[in-house]
């Protein structure tokens, strides 16, 4: 799936290819061109008067003689005289002629696919066109003496460039249908299928809470910012209550190893959390990676699992060689402990070790079930990134692995039936979401939250939130602390 500038872009390049496709298959054409001066035959020793009206006279026989050029009386003759293969009418689509308002004179076009040949029926069609006027205005049928003289002022040339197709208005016109087109099937499917644009779009297509907001890493982004959504989302999950106290209490850092900022102990068994997105592109590596991260940062040890099989990116996003991974580890080709790669203090990372034809198998084997197991055993945290939970069925066996899920939407990219068909999904195998993370957000994502995301002030039914417990109070740098 492509986004939808890209799409639009697209949609104009293939309007611009279409266009230079058809520019490359149409024949040239050339157009030569002929002109005719006509005046009225008038005695030498004429004063102005008659001079005047005889220019008038031209003028008005003139304009009636613009469809002498096409007509059979010259198209006949010129078409035997240049032995031509075209049929009268066709060659008479080729000629056209006019004649400028308050002027004596007679244009006349002759376009062709040849330049010289253009050039000559021009030639030919002006001299039979004055051949037969010339008859038309002859004083009488005994006389070639006529009432007007005409005269070639302008003869044909070969023209050196063709009139017709004009590349540049061709390639423009393609380019701009393109884009409309791209425009107006984008504008046809935000209509068709909407995208989730804010929190209770969310809320609309799934019972699933809005865990945290991930702003867009777009140039000016403060990657302050950036990190600190994740360290909000990674208080969440080590303590469900943390970010309703940061909703609450208003700054919120995750700054102890217990998560809560309460010195309390650390849960009695580890958990095993599925990142999944609803749709391909929602982001879910991304967020898998960076939550690891913020875990371990906190003093958690944690460990993070690449299950997309089909397209691995954890490796490469950690610069890890190319070295057995999950695969091997399923198929028994490596032990775990090999598999494992220490990224820092408190994160390990276990990447796919490569694309795979038959991930469905691996991921429902038995040995996967083992080794995530034993991973539980070694760390607090383990964090699989299972990919897209709607394209293919390696999601849900993904989901099936762990004890919560977390679906990742991007902002205004994935549709609000790809957010319910996830949801829905991991609901049937027992593995409801335990909250949506929104990907990718920007200037026009509505904040408006639910549980501990809400507003400050509000609840998740409107009603006006509850105040801090007894046993919470906050320190001077504005963290929230349960005592």
Same mark, same amino acid.
């Given at each position: ?8 872009i697209v949609c104009g390049l293939v309007g611009l290819l279409a266009a230079g496709i058809d520019l490359a298959s149409t024949q040239k054409t050339y157009q030569a061109h002929a002109q005719i001066f006509a005046t009225a035959v008038t005695d030498s020793s004429a004063n102005a008067n008659i001079l005047y009206s005889a220019s008038m006279y031209a003028q008005s026989r003139v304009q009636s003689y613009t469809t002498v050029p096409t007509s059979p009386s010259v198209v006949r003759?010129?078409?035997?005289k240049l032995h031509l293969s075209l049929s009268t009418s066709a060659l008479a689509g080729e000629i056209t002629a006019n004649a400028p308002l308050n002027l004596t004179l007679l244009n006349i076009a002759v376009k062709d696919s040849s330049p010289a040949r ?9 001299? /039979?066109?004055?051949?037969?006027? /010339? ?18 002022? %302008? ?21 701009? #249908? ?20 804010? #929190? ?7 019972? $699933? ?29 080590? %303590? ?11 700054? %919120? ?20 959390? #599925? *990142? ?5 592109? $929602? ?126 939407? $991007? ?13 829905? #999904? ?9 909250? *949506?993370? $929104? ?39 504005? %963290?929230? *602390?349960?005592?």
């Open positions: 799936m492509i986004s939808r500038t890209a799409f639009v003759p010129v078409k035997s253009a050039a000559r029926i021009a030639d030919a069609v002006a001299s /039979q066109t004055i051949v037969v006027i /010339q008859r038309l205005e002859a004083v009488s049928t005994t006389t070639d003496a006529s009432t007007l003289k005409l005269t070639v002022v %302008h003869p044909p040339n070969a023209p050196a460039a063709p009139v017709a197709p004009r590349p540049l208005l061709l390639l423009l016109v393609g380019l701009l #249908a393109g884009l409309i087109v791209g425009l107006a099937v984008v504008v046809v499917r935000e209509r068709i299928r909407p995208r989730v644009r804010s #929190a209770v779009d969310v809320e609309s297509a799934t019972d $699933a809470p809005v865990l945290c907001e991930i702003p867009s890493q777009r140039p000016g982004t403060e990657p302050a910012a950036f990190m600190d959504a994740y360290r909000r989302l990674a208080a969440f999950v080590v %303590h469900p209550r943390a970010a309703e106290l940061a909703a609450i209490g208003g700054r %919120h850092d995750l700054v102890s190893a217990s998560g809560d900022g309460t010195g309390s102990a650390p849960p009695p068994t580890s958990r095993v959390l #599925a *990142v999944v997105g609803a749709g391909h592109g $929602a982001g879910a590596s991304s967020v898998a990676v960076n939550l690891s991260k913020a875990l371990a940062e906190a003093g958690r040890q944690t460990c993070l699992v690449d299950l997309d099989l089909r397209k691995p990116s954890v490796g490469r996003e950690f610069e890890l060689p190319d070295r057995p991974g999950g695969a091997a580890v399923i198929t028994g080709k490596t032990s775990l402990d090999e598999a494992l790669a220490r990224v820092g203090d408190n994160l390990a990372v276990l990447p796919a070790g490569g694309p795979t034809t038959s991930p469905g198998e691996l991921l429902s084997s038995p040995a996967l079930r083992e080794a995530i197991e034993q991973l539980r055993g070694q760390f607090e945290f383990v964090i699989i990134d299972s990919g897209s939970l709607i394209d293919t069925a390696d999601g849900l066996q993904a989901v099936l692995l762990a004890d919560e899920v977390l679906v990742v939407v $991007a902002a205004r990219r994935t549709s609000l039936a790809d957010l319910t068909r996830a949801a829905d #999904a991991a609901a049937r195998v027992g593995r409801p979401a335990s909250g *949506v993370v $929104a990907n990718r957000t920007g200037p026009t994502w509505a904040t408006t939250r639910r549980l501990g995301m809400r507003p400050l002030g509000t609840s998740p039914t409107g009603e006006p939130a509850p105040t801090l417990p007894a046993d919470a109070r906050s320190t001077e740098d504005g %963290h929230a *602390v349960i005592a």
